[in-house]
């Protein structure tokens, strides 16, 4: 019904910069919130940032201030811009949608993309 993709992890420098992209396939189903979730490893997955379908952003404590996330609803996708990156923001970043699936609202999950901050 609904797949994701994310792209543009890797690997950084601390203080370094870089933009994680997550294009949504939908048929016929509307995408709703979708947000970015950070897991290390041995660590419960957690939220970094989320953006529901009129542009209302939330964020992380630990993100605030260095991470924007954003949506561009005519291309299905959702992006985070990361500036600041320290090496405890690495991990496997999974872009999350929420799409109505039968009389309910289904989470959908991309496969993660890693990204490595280096000090």
């Known amino acids: 019904q609904v797949q994701l993709v994310e792209s543009g992890g890797g690997l950084v420098q601390a203080g370094g910069t870089l933009r994680l992209s997550c294009a949504a396939s939908?048929?016929?189903?509307?995408?709703?919130?979708m947000g970015w979730y950070r897991q290390a490893p041995g660590k419960q997955r957690d939220m970094v940032a989320t953006?529901?379908?009129?542009?209302?952003?939330n964020y992380a404590d630990s993100v605030k201030g260095r991470f924007t996330i954003s949506r561009d609803d005519a291309k299905n996708t959702v992006y985070l811009q990361m500036t600041s990156l320290k090496p405890e923001d690495t991990g496997v970043y999974y872009c999350?949608?929420?799409?109505?699936?039968?009389?309910?609202?289904?989470?959908?999950w991309g496969q993660g993309t890693q990204v490595t901050v280096s000090s």
């Open positions: 999350k949608a929420d799409a109505p699936y039968a009389m309910t609202v289904r989470g959908y």
């Open positions: 939908a048929s016929s189903t509307r995408i709703n919130n």
């Open positions: 953006i529901t379908r009129g542009g209302m952003t």
